[in-house]
T-cell receptor, first 116, second 111 residues
Framework: DTGVSQNPRHKITKRGQNVTFRCDPI?????LYWYRQTLGQGPEFLTY????????KSRLLSDRFSAERPKGSFSTLEIQRTEQGDSAMYLC??????????????FGPGTRLLVL | DQQVKQNSPSLSVQEGRISILNCDYT??????FLWYKKYPAEGPTFLIS?????DKNEDGRFTVFLNKSAKHLSLHIVPSQPGDSAVYFC??????????FGTGTRLQVTL
């Protein structure tokens, strides 16, 4: 299977703990995106990378969130001092950046986080 | 500020009939539009896309129409099948970057 993979699929943690999620993109894709989805809403952009460079972060992303893509392959998203409001589905997507304006992002299965 | 809107939270269609899902956007910088299908506890699955230079794109049972002057796009599914029952998200991007999603429309295809 050469799709986007995410681990873990589910995470339950206590408020105040740190959590880290991993995303492995489609192998030839140079762009990697993180989104967050809460109940009844569409996915909301958090940040994205082109190769190892983080090109944009959402203004909604607090300082407790950090993402890395150290070698331009897999990426990690860490949430420090989790809060109950962080409970959501965290989605990763990848795409192949080409010339032009069309770029289709392919999503992984997501990591569902529950903060107690 | 909701830049992409799906005003119908749900839609029920009989098997074999046409399903029409609608989406409106406000940002005139959007130049690429996509539809995703999502089952519970799974990530969105890409269905079909259209660039702003076109007004129609077809792929099998799925057709997307874009009306730039009205800032409106629609997804037509013909014929609808029970396996099409899912939540459908409209998404848009400007110059190949982050996606902005609507809130989704739940489609139920009944027998």
């Amino acid at each position: 299977d050469t799709g986007v993979s995410q681990n873990p699929r589910h995470k339950i943690t206590k408020r105040g703990q740190n959590v880290t999620f991993r995303c492995d993109p489609i192998s030839e894709h140079n762009r990697l995106y993180w989104y967050r989805q809460t109940l009844g809403q569409g996915p909301e952009f958090l940040t994205y990378f082109q190769n190892e460079a983080q090109l944009e972060k959402s203004r909604l992303l607090s300082d407790r969130f950090s993402a890395e893509r150290p070698k331009g392959s897999f990426s990690t998203l860490e949430i420090q001092r989790t809060e109950q409001g962080d409970s959501a589905m965290y989605l990763c997507a990848s795409s192949a950046r080409t010339s032009g304006y069309s770029e289709t992002q392919y999503f992984g299965p997501g990591t569902r986080l529950l903060v107690l | 500020d909701q830049q992409v809107k799906q005003n119908s939270p749900s839609l029920s269609v009989q098997e074999g009939r046409i399903s029409i899902l609608n989406c409106d956007y406000t940002n005139s910088m959007f130049d690429y539009f996509l539809w995703y299908k999502k089952y519970p506890a799974e990530g969105p699955t890409f269905l079909i896309s259209i660039s702003s230079i076109k007004d129609k794109n077809e792929d099998g049972r799925f057709t997307v129409f874009l009306n730039k002057s009205a800032k409106h796009l629609s997804l037509h599914i013909v014929p609808s099948q029970p396996g099409d029952s899912a939540v459908y998200f409209c998404a848009a991007s400007a110059t190949a970057s982050k996606l902005t999603f609507g809130t989704g429309t739940r489609l139920q295809v009944t027998l």
